[in-house]
Every structure is written in structure tokens, then in C-alpha cells.
């Protein structure tokens, strides 16, 4: 099914465009554009509708970038005579944007298995962290690492990620909590961020993620505010790491509202945008803080206010919503159906991590219908289009329109829709990033 061959009609026409090779071409397939007016991202109703071609052909040029897209009976004079460096009939099967997993922590090391045992024996998370477990077991194991061991569990993450449809990833630190440790993790992102960058994105973000034993909140936001965002600053202006993002996990007994505020604050001087933590386990008022300050996004949202929704709706900021730590940690589902019936942008993410150890979004998405009552529809929008808006990049991924990157993800089945029913092992034959395969099944 994928062969480097001439158009199937070799005869030029006037409407025939010029003869040079062109990178990729699907063909005869379901193709999922999601969107089809250019839109930024989809709230409300909309979230719930997206584009389809059905029999439809896509073109990505030799830049990478997506040259045409539409009905296969117009586009198939349209390229007689043109060669393709691959040339998929796509019969029989179905083609969606690739994915963008939005929070993840996939830069770590040290084992966590044995606290699976203990949730499941009825351990709390809080109760796990207070016990010398969770982020502070994995702190210790992270602090001992060298970048070489950290870069290849790292690349090793990654790769199973593009298995599973992922070609734009967010990255964050945060098992540092002290400058060293972290600065070391933001090196790891962004050189590993620049060697895969043919395979998958890599968008970094600093997080502080959790106070250091023996500390206290006090003590750790300034560490925080006096050494390690002022490191931050200049490695980056070095060209050593790369972060886009400030996060905070703002939580009560961790950082409250007042110390992360503060955070964010000197995030945002240091040229960083807002997309944190917040509401997760305690209705903390993070939403609301997140209007305040025009974030660009808020995580997690499990016990978020009416008053936070309304205030997520200004901006409008993106409610980036993790079904795996619901699922793992036994909590209430975040409200999906409220906050899209209230016109906020959401998002499904991975929250890959050492306590939800998930790198699939098709599984994200079905969590997210079965769990949180979302559609099929949705949930696909929430991993595309506002996924991407969600990292400041719908303007190229998120969508399967002309002028943005050829990522998408090509599915062994005729309608789209079996990527998010098919659990745990969705039919992905291939995925391609920048109009290049880089995982065939």
C-alpha cells in the first residue's frame, strides 16, 4: 500500500500542476481534517463538530508542509505526472491530524510499580507523598541520574509516544526541586527536544512541582524566585534549554494561591507563559487565579468552581483535562461536559508520569468519552486543534489544512472513530511527521 510511483494518470492538463516530487500522498481514504476554516480552536457545540472528507486525497510538498487536501476525484488530475517520495492508497482506511499530548513528566527515573500495590490497597496520593513516596521518591532516583541515563529513558518515552499517534509533545521538569536537578532535566528536554525533532516536537516547560523535604513553602518558593528561575533565564538566553512554559502545581499542603501567584508572576517576566497545576485534589480556586492572570491554560480541574469555569472563559484559557490520574487516583472525573457547555476550550492530555504511567492519547480519548462523558468528536478536538492552541502552535499542527505541517496519523480502519474504540491497541499503521513516515505497524 505504500509505493514511491508516479500519479495514476501519467497525462498532463491544464489542470496539472508542475512535475517535481512531492513528499507524500494519501489517497482514497476517510480524511479527518477537524477543521476547515483556519479556526484557532473549537469551544461550545463546535467542539463537537469537525470536517471529513470522505474519499478524500492529502498532498504534503517537499517542505514538509500540507499542499492540498480535498476530494479524491479533484485532485487526482490535478497531480497527474507527479511523483511521490511515498504514495499510499488509502482504501479502506482513515486519516486523522497527528496528536498532541499536552502535560506530560516524561524526564525521570526510579520505579514506582510498588505504589500501584499501595493504591490499590486504598493509599491516597497525599498519603503515598507524606510517606516519603510519589514525587519525592522520584526526586531522589532523578537527582542521581546523569543527563546520558535521563536522555535515554527519555528518547525511549518518546518513541512509544509516536507509536501512539503523538507527533507534538509537551515536557516538563520538575523532579528537581533545587536548581541543579532542575536545570539538568531542561537540558535533557531541550537536547533531546532538537535531536527528535524529525520524529516529534518537543515543547518544554518549567515546572515547581512540589516542596523539598525538610522544607517549607516559604523557603521553597523563594529557592524558586531567587536562584532557580534566575538560572532559568540564563541558560536559556545561552541557548542551553528551551522552556516555553511556567507551571506550578498549585494544591493545598504544596503551593497555594498566594505562592504561586508569585511564581507565575516572575514566570511571566522571565518570558515564560502560564499553563499550571490547579484544583486537582482541593478546590483551591486555581481557575479563578487562572483568569486573573490571562494564563494560557490550567490542569487537571477535577474540583473547579462555577466561578472558576466563568473565570476560564475570559481569555478564553484552555482546561487541559487528565482522565488517567481520575482513573489511577480514583477521583471525580473533572466536569468535561460543563466546562465545553460553558465555552471553554478543552483539552485531553496524557499526564504521563511515574503515578499514571500512560503515553497513549487513544487511550486518553477513550477515557475521556467513557469516564467524562465526552463525544468521540470532542475528544479528537481536544487532543488536534485545541490541543495545539493549548501550546501557542494551532497556527501548524492541530488540524489537516493547507500550510501546516504534515503530521497525521494514519488508521487501519475505514472510519476514524476506531483509534478511540479500539482500546489499548488502536489500529494505527502509520504515522507520519513533516509529510515523512516515522512508525510503519
Known amino acids: 500500500p505504500i509505493s514511491k510511483r508516479r500519479a495514476i494518470n501519467p497525462a498532463l492538463s491544464k489542470t496539472s500542476i508542475e512535475s517535481a516530487e512531492r513528499m507524500l500522498r494519501i489517497r482514497n481514504a476517510q480524511i479527518v481534517t477537524v477543521c476547515s476554516q483556519g479556526e484557532k480552536h473549537k469551544t461550545g457545540k463546535a467542539q463537537g463538530e469537525i470536517s471529513i472528507i470522505e474519499n478524500g486525497t492529502i498532498v504534503v510538498n517537499a517542505a514538509g508542509k500540507i499542499e492540498a487536501v480535498g476530494p479524491s476525484v479533484d ?12 504514495d499510499i492508497d488509502g482504501t479502506g482506511k482513515s486519516v486523522i491530524p497527528g496528536l498532541v499530548d499536552t502535560h506530560t513528566h516524561p524526564v525521570w ?11 490499590l490497597a486504598g493509599a491516597t496520593y497525599m498519603d503515598i ?36 499517534g503523538t507527533t507534538v509533545v509537551e515536557a516538563k521538569s520538575g523532579y528537581g526541586l533545587e536548581t541543579d536537578t532542575e536545570m539538568k532535566m531542561l537540558k535533557v528536554i531541550h537536547q533531546v527536544g532538537r535531536e527528535y525533532k524529525n520524529k516529534i516536537e518537543v515543547v518544554g516547560t518549567y515546572l515547581a512541582h512540589s516542596i523539598p523535604k525538610g522544607s517549607t513553602a516559604a523557603a521553597a518558593t523563594e529557592d524558586i524566585l531567587t536562584k532557580q528561575i534566575p538560572a532559568l533565564v540564563e541558560l536559556k538566553a545561552k541557548g542551553e534549554i528551551s ?73 478564553p484559557s484552555y482546561a487541559i483535562l487528565l482522565p488517567t490520574t481520575a482513573y489511577i487516583l480514583k477521583l471525580k472525573p473533572p466536569p468535561a461536559r460543563k466546562l465545553i457547555e460553558k465555552g471553554v476550550p478543552v483539552v485531553l492530555a496524557s499526564d504521563y508520569n511515574p503515578n499514571a504511567h500512560c503515553l497513549s492519547l487513544p487511550t486518553v480519548m477513550n477515557l475521556g468519552c467513557v469516564l467524562m462523558g465526552m463525544t468521540m468528536n470532542e475528544a479528537l478536538v481536544s487532543t488536534t486543534i485545541n490541543a495545539a492552541a493549548a501550546l501557542n502552535r494551532s ?47
Open 75 to 86: 485532485l487526482e488530475q490535478k497531480y497527474a505526472g507527479v511523483t511521490f517520495e511515498n
Open 109 to 119: 527515573s526510579g520505579d514506582r510499580v510498588h505504589e500501584f500495590a499501595m493504591k
Open 129 to 164: 507523598h507524606k510517606m516519603g513516596g510519589g514525587i519525592g521518591f522520584t526526586v531522589g532516583h532523578t537527582k542521581q541520574s546523569s543527563i546520558e541515563e535521563l536522555s535515554k529513558l527519555f528518547e525511549s518515552r518518546l518513541n512509544r509516544m509516536v507509536k501512539q
Open 243 to 315: 522552556p516555553e512554559f511556567i507551571d506550578v502545581f498549585c494544591e493545598t499542603g504544596v503551593f497555594e494561591i498566594d505562592d504561586t501567584r508569585r511564581i507565575l508572576e516572575a514566570g511571566l517576566k522571565a518570558g515564560l507563559e502560564i499553563n499550571f497545576h490547579g484544583d486537582e485534589l482541593h478546590p483551591i480556586k486555581a481557575a479563578e487565579l487562572a483568569g486573573e492572570m490571562n494564563a494560557l491554560a490550567v490542569s487537571h480541574l477535577e474540583l473547579i468552581s462555577d466561578e472558576g469555569i466563568v473565570a476560564m472563559t475570559k481569555r
Open 395 to 441: 497556527a501548524n499542527y492541530g488540524s489537516l489544512e493547507v500550510g501546516k505541517h504534515g503530521d497525521m496519523v494514519l488508521i487501519n480502519a475505514p472510519k476514524w472513530e476506531h483509534i478511540v474504540y479500539e482500546i489499548s491497541d488502536p489500529p494505527i499503521e502509520a504515522v507520519i511527521k513533516n509529510g515523512k513516515i516515522v512508525y510503519h505497524s
